[in-house]
């Protein structure tokens, strides 16, 4: 983990979109109003043990079903120097239930301020992405830029547990059953590096459907290289018992025909390999057909 840093030259402009995708081609998305929110430095710099006050974005979410369900979240975010001091939270409608996709990246205690590369791009939070987003932050220089992509949520930091960087599997499930009304997407800033703004949020909603869906994807090296004769197996859900496959010569792997509107464990298992991630749990309301595991590098 890198120290944090403070700088004095001034933020051009901070603007979070929050996009909640489908796991399928098809959902509903719902948007805030525009315009900028000043976001508030922490009051208690250079420690990172008192952030500064939550600005939020409302969204008006309606005419969902009640087993609609809440996918994966994106950020755009523009000249924010520090990745460590960022809290995004999620809410329901009345602030009932809530998710925090990241927290202090980086952070290992109480009053450390985490790490300290700049978020200028796109990204995307997904439960079952592959991304490692505390590990891209942590190889990152001072002002050096955290890439674009696709990552898993994951537990704060600042805490002895669950370690911050976890994969955190629960965010399209946190909101089973939570459909129409006011939503909110939040921001906070625990350091003294000029704050910022929250320009706009959306909301993606998917409907489950009727059919067998399928669920695929690939279990590879590090490198990219397929991974063949891995175990992946399914359970939970409406199956009435586990289901294994294995993987082929590139590694992909897919079952088909699983119930939607249920959720399920995937977990993968390959000699002489190891994995950060090796379960991902999935709420299948569609196919879903980029359920990916990548493999630890040796």
């Known amino acids: 983990m890198k120290p944090y840093t403070f700088y004095t030259r001034s933020l051009s402009a901070i603007l979070f979109v929050f996009v909640f995708f489908n796991f399928a081609a098809q959902g509903q998305i719902f948007t805030s109003p525009g315009g ?91 439960d079952n992405a592959i991304g490692n987003w505390w590990a891209t932050a942590a190889v990152l220089g001072i002002s050096q830029i955290m890439p674009s992509g696709t990552y898993f949520p994951s537990f704060p930091g600042g805490g002895p547990s669950p370690p911050g960087g976890n994969p955190n599997n629960t965010m399209s499930l946190s909101f089973l059953g939570t459909t129409n009304g006011t939503w909110q997407v939040c921001i906070r800033d625990w350091g003294d590096n000029g704050g910022g703004r929250l320009q706009l949020a959306r909301l993606n909603f998917t409907v489950p459907t009727a059919a067998g869906s399928t669920i695929s994807g690939q279990v590879m090296t590090a490198g990219g290289n397929g991974i063949r004769n891995a175990n992946v197996t399914i359970s939970g859900g409406d199956l009435p018992e586990p289901i294994t496959t294995r993987t082929g010569t590139f590694g992909f792997y897919s079952f088909t025909g699983i119930p939607a509107g249920g959720t399920y464990i995937v977990t993968i298992n390959a000699k002489r390999y190891t994995f950060s991630n090796p379960t991902q749990i999935l709420n299948v309301q569609d196919d879903i057909a980029d359920a990916n595991f990548i493999a630890e590098e040796k």
Do not use: W
């Open 36 to 126: 900028d929110i000043a976001i508030p430095d922490g009051t208690n710099a250079p420690l990172c043990t008192n952030p500064g006050a939550y600005v939020c974005k409302n969204i008006i979410v309606s005419g969902l079903p009640a087993n609609a369900i809440l996918s994966s979240a994106s950020a755009v975010l523009i000249d924010h120097e520090n990745v460590g001091s960022i809290d995004m939270e999620v809410r329901g409608p009345g602030g009932i239930p809530t998710f925090m996709p990241i927290s202090r990246t980086g952070s290992t205690g109480p009053t450390d301020c985490g790490d300290t590369s700049d978020v200028e791009g796109d990204y995307t939070f997904q």
